[in-house]
């Protein structure tokens, strides 16, 4: 991962809504009207919010019939954090 990925997934992140959305979906598979009821937010702004998400490849979208599902790419986020510890500590973990 390079560095301007690492400073893309960080401007990804300084949106709080979308740290919201992270956090419902690092465990379980939901759709943009069940992330919309939990934020209380429109469908509109958690489908605009997933389309940045899924930008930065941070997460993925799977179709069940018409609907569309969205997970945390957790190996995209284990690797965004590793190299994120090597920028801030110099570590060569």
Do not use: P, W
């Not at 992140?13 to 979906?25: A, D, N």
């Not at 958690?46 to 993925?60: C, F, I, M, W």
């Amino acid at each position: 991962m390079s560095e301007k990925e690492v400073i893309e997934i960080l401007k990804a992140l300084s949106v709080s809504s979308r740290i919201q959305i992270i956090k419902l979906i690092r465990d379980k598979k939901l759709c943009v009207n069940a992330i919309a009821r939990n934020l209380s937010i429109t469908q509109s702004a958690v489908s605009q919010h997933l389309k940045v998400l899924k930008d930065r490849n941070v997460v993925y979208s799977e179709r069940y019939g018409s609907i569309i599902h969205y997970q945390l790419k957790k190996e995209k986020i284990e690797e965004f954090r590793n190299v994120l510890s090597k920028i801030l500590t110099g570590s060569q973990k």
